[in-house]
């Protein structure tokens, strides 16, 4: 096996000689340092052009343990001589952050979004930014009480642990990690893979699968399916306008909602024209009223939240177009134009603050409980 996966990484980190100089001999050092790192360094010692492309790149990189590479070839089920090099680029891509990051950046509370040189469109569809993990010592929403063990959580909220951190090199750091990291997927394989099946299910009734998984920087609230059982939700009793009309309520045109991006007591204007507010209080994050059980839920196309509950509009809410800074298709098939709620202007329309950073956004809080004076 190990001449298939020698293959896969040699393939890999050479075309990392294509990202920004200066990782190779620090990084190759430090694998060859550590045991936990041998089939890793092996590989490596195998193909000279891997110490080539590891001496000079700074940041830190994300390496999978022995135990992690085994699993990973394992999952595959197949031959990884076959994987196509803007695959292995991307897979190695995503373990590579271009800033160093010690331990202690990683484990702030609240979390830490890095950056990584993940730049494939089939895996970030960011309007040309890369994509990012989520890490945190602080559970998967960042809100437990204190820190615990470090976790980096990648496609589809897979957590990894950092089972060793901080193994320095000049110009950045090695963790080692505990499973080769997920890619981040659309929402819709998103919504599958984390067993939110309500929410995927109304996604296809309200025929949004294609527009959720293709509009880019678009962010996901979305309620657990228990969340839906409890607020006695039933699909079949709503028209697919109603389920549009929810979505359309549930999405910011702006930028990637990451939650440490968010900020307390701030409204984020929805493309229904009615804004929602975020919270944070007790080291809990709340949209309007509605707990966030998990946060920055990584997907190609930008980020998903999950809620304890469903989201209600209120009863008194008036509808307005909103807007976009560019012509694009929003969930009911209108066409918006104008400026962006977290576009570079830095405002939204209806007074909404908006969000920072990065393009088009659209927070999709896939809920389906309205009003009747609201959804009438």
Do not use: W
């Not at 969340?227 to 079949?236: E, N, T, V």
């Not at 549009?244 to 701030?266: C, F, R």
Request: charged content about 5%; glycine content about 8%; overall charge negative.
């Amino acid at each position: 096996m190990l001449p298939s996966i020698a293959l896969l990484f040699a393939s890999a980190f050479a075309l990392l000689a294509l990202l920004p100089f200066s990782i190779a001999h620090g990084i190759a050092g430090v694998i060859a340092a550590h045991r936990e790192l041998s089939t890793l360094s092996a590989i490596i010692n195998q193909y000279p052009q891997l110490l080539e492309a590891l001496t000079s790149t700074n940041g830190t990189f994300l390496a999978p343990s022995n135990a992690a590479i085994d699993t990973f070839v394992a999952a595959q089920g197949a031959d990884l001589s076959a994987i196509s090099n803007d695959t292995i680029q991307a897979l190695v891509s995503y373990h590579l952050l271009p800033t160093a990051l010690s331990a202690a950046n990683l484990s702030v509370a609240g979390g830490a979004i890095a950056q990584t040189s993940l730049l494939s469109q089939a895996y970030a569809n960011l309007q040309g930014a890369s994509n990012v993990v989520y890490a945190s010592a602080y559970g998967s929403a960042g809100q437990d009480s204190g820190p615990s063990g470090l976790k980096v959580y990648s496609g589809v909220g897979t957590p990894a642990n950092v089972t060793s951190s901080d193994l320095a090199y000049p110009g950045g750091f090695v963790h080692v990690i505990d499973r080769v990291l997920n890619f981040p997927q659309p929402c819709t394989k998103t919504a599958q893979a984390a067993q939110l099946s309500t929410l995927y299910d109304a996604l296809v009734k309200a025929n949004l699968t294609d527009y959720v998984d293709t509009t880019a920087n678009f962010t996901c609230f979305a309620p657990t399916n228990t969340a839906f059982q409890a607020a006695g939700i039933d699909l079949a009793a709503l028209s697919s306008q109603q389920l549009v009309d929810a979505l359309k309520y549930h999405s910011i045109v702006g930028s990637v909602g990451y939650s440490t991006a968010l900020e307390d007591g701030k409204e984020y204007q929805t493309l229904l024209g009615v804004p929602v507010t975020v919270h944070k209080r007790d080291q809990q994050l709340f949209i309007n009223d509605v707990a966030v059980l998990q946060s920055n839920v990584i997907m190609s196309n930008g980020v998903a939240h999950v809620l304890s509950g469903v989201l209600t509009p209120p009863a008194n809410a008036t509808t307005t177009t909103s807007s976009a800074s560019s012509t694009s298709t929003s969930p009911g098939g209108a066409s918006t134009t104008g400026t962006a709620a977290g576009s570079s202007t830095g405002t939204a329309g209806n007074g909404a603050v908006s969000l920072s950073a990065r393009g088009v956004t659209c927070y999709m809080i896939v809920t389906l409980i309205f009003t009747s004076l609201a959804f009438a």
